[in-house]
């Protein structure tokens, strides 16, 4: 098949458990010393107190200074409190900021050392210690699933992906609840990151057939749940194919990784403060769009799939649902300057290896071309 590996191996370690209920995790954890990390709206509303609530006599600590986009320094203090509290269990509950935080912190307090020893500079983490337990509360960063995070340099401000097998979590947990209270403008990005994860999977140079079944699925829940779930937040039916749609992308990209939009997301979410799932998203119409340069009849079979006559019928569709989401379809809606393409495309060219995973030809050029094109 185009764009297809012949040859393959699908690895997931993680144990998922999707409920309707309350999840209860007491049995995991009993009596133990556990650290929970997540953001300061999810601590002060209470969400996760009542996760801690619920780990009977175990002993609890919080880190509730996750911030969006999760910067170095915020890892390092995450990961000393959790040596400070010699903490057995680490528990992320929030988006993918929270559980990205909650990998790196509960890796560091096993190896030791600073995030920057390992992000971007080649050091390889030591088997993980500590028991990592995933729990999301937005439907769009898979990242509970996937052995993958990010984090901004707090020192220059770049995103500093770091892929280890380490970050993979003991359990993930999904309660589609824990959606119900998101903003729209969150509902929009998250569920838009998840549509990117799933369609950069699926046209991934690595990609494969349990990772393009995974992707196809995703996309087809999403396109026909966000918008209704963007305007009905407490439609149950909607939220829950939402949570099953980004779990499903997660297990997809996190076997092929991601492509041009996410890549172009990181100097977009670094410049303009924007956040990641419109970083991702703004230029997903023109990604589709030049895709069918080394996967035409593979697009061409998605869009059908989808519901579209073609690819660009598929880029259009993308676009209007931006459009009705209220998020941003042009850079200059984000406040991009026209002489400030060429500096995002050649800050795109330090993620070559993952750009590369494209279908289309990426240089330096054509990235500036495209940048352009969505101007």
Excluded at 238 to 252: F, I, Q, V
Aim: charged share 20%; hydrophobic share 40%; glycine share 8%.
């Amino acid at each position: 098949m185009e764009n297809q590996n012949s040859s393959f191996q699908y690895w997931m370690p993680v144990r998922i458990l999707f409920t309707e209920a309350e999840p209860d995790i007491r049995e995991e954890i009993a009596g133990e010393s556990i650290v929970i990390v997540t953001d300061p709206f999810l601590y002060e509303s209470g969400v996760a107190g009542r996760t801690g609530d619920r780990l009977g006599n175990a002993d609890v600590s919080y880190f509730s200074k996750v911030e969006p986009n999760p910067s170095t320094d915020t890892v390092n203090a995450c990961a000393a409190m959790i040596r400070e509290h010699e903490a057995k269990t680490v528990i992320g509950i929030g988006g993918g900021s929270s559980m990205d935080t909650a990998k790196a912190a509960a890796c560091l307090a096993s190896s030791g050392g600073v995030i920057g020893d390992y992000a971007g500079k080649g050091k390889s983490f030591g088997k993980r210690t500590v028991r990592l337990i995933l729990i999301p509360t937005t439907a769009g960063t898979g990242s509970e699933v996937t052995n993958v995070g990010v984090y901004t340099d707090s020192e220059t401000g770049e995103k500093r992906p770091v892929v280890c097998p380490e970050f993979y979590a003991d359990l993930a947990v999904i309660h589609p609840k824990y959606t119900y209270t998101m903003p729209r403008s969150v509902t929009a990005n998250t569920g838009m990151d998840a549509f990117c994860h799933a369609i950069e999977a699926y046209w991934n140079l690595n990609s494969q057939p349990i990772s393009d079944s995974f992707a196809v699925q995703a996309m087809k829940l999403i396109l026909d749940n966000l918008l209704t779930a963007y305007r009905l937040p407490e439609d149950g039916a909607a939220r829950e194919n939402l949570c099953t749609a980004s779990l499903l992308a997660g297990l997809a990209f996190g076997q092929t990784r991601t492509t041009g939009a996410h890549v172009l997301s990181y100097p977009l979410t670094a410049r303009y403060h924007v956040p990641h799932g419109t970083g991702c998203a703004i230029t997903l119409p023109a990604f589709i769009r030049i895709s069918v340069e080394k996967a035409g009849k593979k697009m061409q079979t998605l869009a059908e799939a989808l519901g579209y006559i073609d690819v660009e019928a598929l880029a259009d569709g993308v676009c209007d649902l931006m459009r009705s989401l209220e998020m941003p379809v042009a850079l200059r809606e984000i406040g991009a300057k026209a002489e400030e393409l060429s500096g995002i495309a050649k800050d795109a060219m330090n993620y070559y290896p993952q750009l590369s995973l494209t279908p289309a030809f990426m240089t330096e050029e054509t990235v500036f071309d495209l940048l352009k094109s969505i101007y």
